[in-house]
């Protein structure tokens, strides 16, 4: 799972660098045809980093409360896209979006949850089978 999380962290800084150095134009102009398409990669995207970092997080720190990794895990991303949406306005040919970062909030919150609840959910199969 670390590797996978690692890998997907690389191509998610990849994406960000790529457009801010205006190299993505045609595929962000191919995503702007679809009703809400930029905004559905925005929540999937940044969505999927949240679940991989919040459940690699779990993992690697089992002695945590997974409730409280997973909230230090979120507020994190919630502060790093937030600075890099913002860090958009003065980029040439990118735009700071309240739309894109409420996407980009409701990914990371959305899967944040997910990945706690899969891991509760684990946690609770495992203790059961080992009372067996």
């Given at each position: 799972m670390i590797l996978v999380t690692v890998l997907f962290t690389i191509f998610i800084v990849g994406l960000i660098v790529l457009a801010d150095m205006g190299k993505m134009r045609f595929l962000l102009w191919l995503l702007s045809r679809f009703p809400y398409g930029d905004k559905i990669v925005h929540f999937g995207l940044i969505g999927g980093l949240s679940f991989l970092l919040n459940t690699t997080a779990m993992q690697l720190l089992p002695k945590q409360s997974p409730r409280r990794v997973s909230l230090i895990v979120t507020l994190f991303l919630l502060v790093v896209f937030t600075l890099e949406e913002i860090s958009q306005g003065p980029i040439r040919g990118r735009d700071a979006s309240l739309s894109?970062?409420?996407?980009?909030?409701?990914?990371?919150?959305?899967?944040?949850?997910?990945a706690y609840l899969t891991r509760k959910k684990t946690q609770d199969t495992l203790s059961v089978k080992s009372v067996d």
């Open positions: 894109d970062l409420a996407a980009n909030y409701a990914g990371i919150i959305t899967f944040a949850l997910l």
